[in-house]
């Protein structure tokens, strides 16, 4: 392992270490206006949603590492307490890469990355009309995290009115991943786009008692064809196969001829595992890995 010590380590080469480690991160792409009218836009990766009643977002201006300077974003809410957090879809990844270049200050954003301002409704910055979610929000507090080059400070926003896009979401009037298409900023240059088949869902209810990693039996524990996460699948369920559903399933034609080969045991941990990778049936892997146990 690579070992590293914050106060020993040039503060750009932590910065990036910590952004790789944390990541991805949503992106705040934040719309202010100054003391004079003049609007801004910047995109800001660190940031999340930390409350939903109140619902409270919070994003992080940070000094610049080069000359410890601050930026227009964090001088407009200090003066105005108003922004709109417009959420970054696929579709303007680029543009708002293009209102992430340092303009001097009065010279418009919108203007240069192409995006259109439109009027919010209780606050005074723009919303970014090709955003697919539009977050109006009243600054609570700024949190000054330190007075050196890389030091946040913390912009803790609360959400008055939202404004989503009908079009990304599903017949239950849920916001669906697929249709939204966000990104996420990681370490360096790298984005993620999080829609397509990486972006799937992992049923686990929370609410219930479940049997845990240590109750299941050690062959499976110690397989050598399951996975941390496939185990983690097992541990999640609420009981363990019975004796009754294992003899019902060694009866199984199937499993007979399995049973009868050579390398029996191994062979069912990789037909658990496909079951498990391939559906998720947990109560059937865990019957297959059961049956392996017995022999």
Avoid at 97 to 115: D, R, T
Wanted: proline share 5%; with cysteine.
């Amino acid at each position: 392992m690579l070992s590293i010590i914050p106060s020993e380590t040039p503060q750009d080469v932590l910065h990036q270490h910590l952004l790789g480690c944390v990541s991805p991160r949503p992106i705040a792409f934040a719309s202010t206006i100054d003391k004079d009218g003049n609007a801004n836009i910047a995109p800001y990766s660190f940031f999340n949603c930390f409350s939903s009643n109140p619902p409270i977002l919070v994003f992080s201006s940070n000094r610049k590492g080069t000359d410890n300077t601050t930026k227009d974003t964090l001088h407009n809410v200090e003066a105005t307490g108003e922004v709109v957090i417009n959420m970054v879809s696929h579709s303007i990844l680029r543009q708002m890469a293009v209102a992430s270049i340092a303009f001097p200050a009065g010279v418009s954003e919108f203007e240069k990355s192409g995006l259109t301002p439109i009027e919010s409704d209780l606050v005074k910055p723009f919303r970014v009309k090709e955003s697919p979610a539009q977050l109006e929000c009243k600054v609570q507090q700024i949190i000054s995290l330190g007075d050196k080059g890389g030091a946040g400070n913390l912009i803790i926003c609360e959400v008055v009115k939202m404004h989503i896009d009908k079009n990304v979401m599903d017949e239950n009037d849920k916001i669906d991943p697929q249709k939204i298409d966000l990104m996420g900023r990681m370490g360096r240059a790298f984005y993620v786009r999080a829609s397509g088949k990486n972006v799937y869902p992992i049923l686990q209810n929370v609410g219930e008692i479940t049997i845990g990693f240590d109750q299941l039996p050690e062959s499976i524990r110690n397989s050598e064809i399951l996975t941390g996460n496939n185990l983690g699948q097992l541990a999640g369920m609420k009981a363990l196969p019975t004796a009754e559903d294992i003899q019902e399933l060694k009866d199984d034609e199937e499993m007979q001829s399995i049973l009868k080969s050579e390398n029996a045991i191994e062979t069912l941990h990789i037909f658990a595992k496909t079951i498990l990778d391939e559906s998720d049936n947990r109560n059937f892997a865990a019957e297959v890995l059961m049956l392996a146990d017995s022999i």
